[in-house]
Every structure is written in structure tokens, then in C-alpha cells.
């Protein structure tokens, strides 16, 4: 991976200083190419600092062959972490999070059929300390760019929910997101257990909705899945009362959630 990252980029990412001096350039290239997002699969943000020196240290002993131990892995990755979101604040970008999942826990069917074979399932990490040192950090350095976090534990949704009110800066509308639901939530319950703790403890109105996997064209029907699941919430409401029956609301509402927000908060051209 160092050789093909130093092949591209045309930085020698063997050393620590080129390693950074290549993500930057990747960066930079795609920037040029329009992009607007990055996206992390992670079980957890680790709750640890890591300075440049131990950074510089971990990448450069396991460039010789050794190993980082677990410790220096999360310390690590804590640093680049920081270090992709502080790239992403100054062009603009948004951040996705993706937290949670156990990859290959079914060892028996990872030795047969090798990684990705089906197996992954929920994890049961501990969310929170790690995702407010990263938030907190970045903001404390006015470095906090648009972010969307997503759980795959329904344990973690009140948490999720909540915790993103906690650094929206007043400029940007919804400037941090909870995301929708994701993997194992991405079903009817899941989708409607993250829009009503969104509601409860944040402001729908901002939500910018489904994504998906763009590697699945079979994944793109969950759009409409979830403008179906939208509607009858939305529906549900008015007719309990909840929200007053006012159609030019609710279907500002409801275009905005699947449409409209999204269309501004990455500023698509379309």
C-alpha cells in the first residue's frame, strides 16, 4: 500500500513526512476532480491524543517491520483522523463517520473464504469519548468541518442524536448530521427509530437523508424505500395532531429531507 501511495502521489510515503506530504497530495487530487467527501469505516474514534513525535515514531518502527501494538494503532489513528478533518475543513468537505461494525468475527468462514464473506455483524464499542475528543478538538481549533456520524449499534442512537447538537456553530444549517440509517438500520424500524430520536433531540428539518452505496446499483431503490418511510411519518403526525396540517409545510419538509438539503449541504451543481 506505501509503495502504490508513493507511486501515485509521487511522494515517498516511507518516511513519516512523506506519508503526510502524500494523503495531502491525494487530497489535492481529488479535490481537482470535484470531490466533496470523505468517507471512514471505523469500529470506534479512539479517546487518545498522539503528537506529531509518537506519530512520526509508530509509522516509521512499523515501516522496519514492527508492529504497532494496539495502543500506538489507536494513537495513530487518532492522528489521522485529525489530521483528514482539518484537510477537509479548509476545502470544504464533509466528513462521514461510519462507527461500529466487527469485521470476520466467523474465523472458521474467514479461513475458508477470506475477508468480506458475509459475517460481519453489530459491535458493542464505546462511542462516545473517542467521537467528543475528535469533535472537541477540531472545534476548539476552529477546525470542524461539516461532519455526519452514523451508528450501526441501536444502542448508540440517542447518543448520536444528541451529541451533534453539541458543535453546530450557529452559521452553517445542520452543519453536523446524524446520518441515516446504516447497514444492519438500514430497514423500516431502523430508518424511523434514527428520523424520530433526529426529531426528538435535534431538527429534522435539516436532515439531508438517504445515502447510498454507490458500489450496489441494486442499493439505489432505498431512496425511494425511505421517501416511503418519510412520507408516513410525516403523514402520521399530522394525523395525530402532532404537526399542524399544513401542506406547504410538510411537503417543503419532505422535498427538503430528500432532496433539497442534500443538494445545498454538499453543494451539488444540479
Not at 462511542?127 to 476548539?140: A, E, K, N
Not at 456520524?149 to 450557529?170: H, K, R
Not at 417543503?252 to 430528500?258: C, G, N, P, R, T
Request: charged share 25%.
Amino acid at each position: 500500500w506505501t509503495k502504490r501511495l508513493s507511486a501515485i502521489s509521487g511522494k515517498n510515503a516511507d518516511t513519516f513526512e512523506g506519508l503526510i506530504a502524500a494523503l495531502n497530495k491525494r487530497h489535492d487530487d481529488f479535490a481537482a476532480a470535484g470531490c466533496r467527501a470523505t468517507d471512514h469505516g471505523l469500529e470506534y474514534l479512539p479517546d487518545v491524543t498522539c503528537t506529531d513525535a509518537e506519530a512520526k515514531s509508530i509509522w516509521e518502527k512499523a515501516q522496519k517491520g514492527t508492529a504497532a501494538t494496539f495502543t500506538e494503532s489507536e494513537k495513530f489513528t487518532a492522528y489521522i483522523m485529525l489530521h483528514v478533518g482539518r484537510l477537509n475543513h479548509a476545502k470544504g468537505w464533509t466528513t462521514q463517520l461510519h462507527l461500529g461494525p466487527v469485521r470476520d468475527p466467523n474465523l472458521g468462514l474467514l479461513n475458508r473464504l477470506g475477508s468480506d464473506a458475509g459475517c460481519d455483524t453489530i459491535g458493542d464499542y464505546r462511542q462516545g469519548p473517542g467521537l467528543i475528543r475528535w469533535f472537541g478538538t477540531l472545534s476548539g481549533e476552529n477546525t470542524l468541518g461539516k461532519t455526519i456520524i452514523y451508528n450501526i449499534n441501536p444502542a448508540d442512537t440517542a447518543l448520536f442524536a444528541c451529541m451533534i447538537g453539541s458543535f453546530q456553530d450557529g452559521i452553517t444549517a445542520g452543519k453536523i448530521q446524524y446520518g441515516s440509517g446504516w447497514w444492519f438500520l438500514d430497514q423500516e424500524r431502523g430508518m424511523r427509530d434514527q428520523m424520530n430520536a433526529l426529531s426528538d433531540l435535534g431538527l429534522l428539518g435539516q436532515f439531508v437523508g438517504m445515502i447510498t452505496d454507490s458500489r450496489s446499483f441494486l442499493s439505489y431503490p432505498r431512496h425511494e424505500y425511505f421517501r416511503r418511510i418519510l412520507c408516513d411519518l410525516v403523514g402520521s403526525d399530522v394525523d395525530s395532531g402532532r404537526i399542524p396540517n399544513r401542506a406547504e409545510w410538510t411537503e417543503k419538509l419532505i422535498a427538503d429531507v430528500s432532496y433539497q438539503n442534500a443538494k445545498k449541504y454538499f453543494g451539488f451543481k444540479l
